[in-house]
């Protein structure tokens, strides 16, 4: 997520989002949590050999591999200025379904990236959907457009994002995109960060098909965005994980599996 730690504690309170009665037929409402889990496992292609960065580009600098992990790490010595991702070069998956284990450790944030661009003139920067995760497990799992329409969807929501006119700027305010309609409660954030474990591994799963995103942890659904917005969706793009700039924390990704739907 593109944000500043300062804001962190301040910006869930910017809500922003419009209330109506629309409801989709296809989204569950009344805030019962759901669970779901991956289908049969041989279907799924092995992202990291667990021994190499082959098949990914990053900042040497930021990313290594650890214990059978791709491990990002920001230390005290080393201030980061900018989001930095380390990119699967293996193509820009359209319907898909990712499985992989993470472990954060320290007080950061990170995520994972997905449908999205690289900035040609920041090197590994990445612009689109992200499947967002902090230490605190406050915002783990939300839907955050990193460089674009900001929060999309907060842990426990489903939302659906409709056709826009103008620019992002006039829409993302207080780093949440206030164009959303919320259309079903898939829990209240204490329950869903009930499921996460602290400093230890966890499962993010992310099931991308046209224009409906869903990220699980721990076979939880924690959001739902249902993307109608022509403008600024997007099908098909790179995929990536990130460190945030912010203080010392360490990333690991093990186990890192993807399937084409």
Known sequence: MLKSW????GYISAGGFVLCALAL????????????????????????DGVSLAGWRGDSALWRVEDGAIVGEITPDRKLERNSFIIW???????????????????G??????????LPDVPFALRGYQADI??????????YEERGRTILAFPGQ???????????????????WTAGVETGSLGDRDSLKAHIK????????????????????????????????????????????????????????????????
Request: aromatic share 10%; hydrophobic share 30%.
């Open 6 to 9: 300062s804001y962190l504690r």
């Open 25 to 48: 037929a296809s989204c569950t409402s009344g805030g019962k949590q759901q669970t779901e889990q991956p289908g049969n496992q041989d279907e799924f292609a092995v992202l990291f």
């Open 89 to 107: 070069e293996g193509g820009r998956p359209a319907d898909f379904e990712l499985i992989a284990e993470y472990r954060l450790t320290g007080q």
């Open 109 to 118: 944030n990170s995520g994972f990236n997905y449908r999205s661009e690289e």
């Open 134 to 143: 902090d230490a605190a497990n406050t915002y783990t799992g939300q839907n």
């Open 158 to 176: 489903q939302m659906h994002l409709p056709p826009v006119e103008g620019e992002i700027g006039d829409y993302a305010k207080g780093n949440v």
């Open 198 to 261: 602290h400093e230890d591994w966890n499962e993010l799963r992310i099931v991308a098909k046209g224009n409906r995103l869903q990220h699980y942890i721990n076979g939880i659904l924690m959001s739902e965005v249902v993307d109608d917005d022509e403008k600024n969706r997007k099908f098909e793009g790179l995929m990536g994980f990130q460190v945030h700039v912010g203080p010392p924390m360490k990333i690991a990704f093990r186990n890192i599996r993807l399937k084409n739907l």
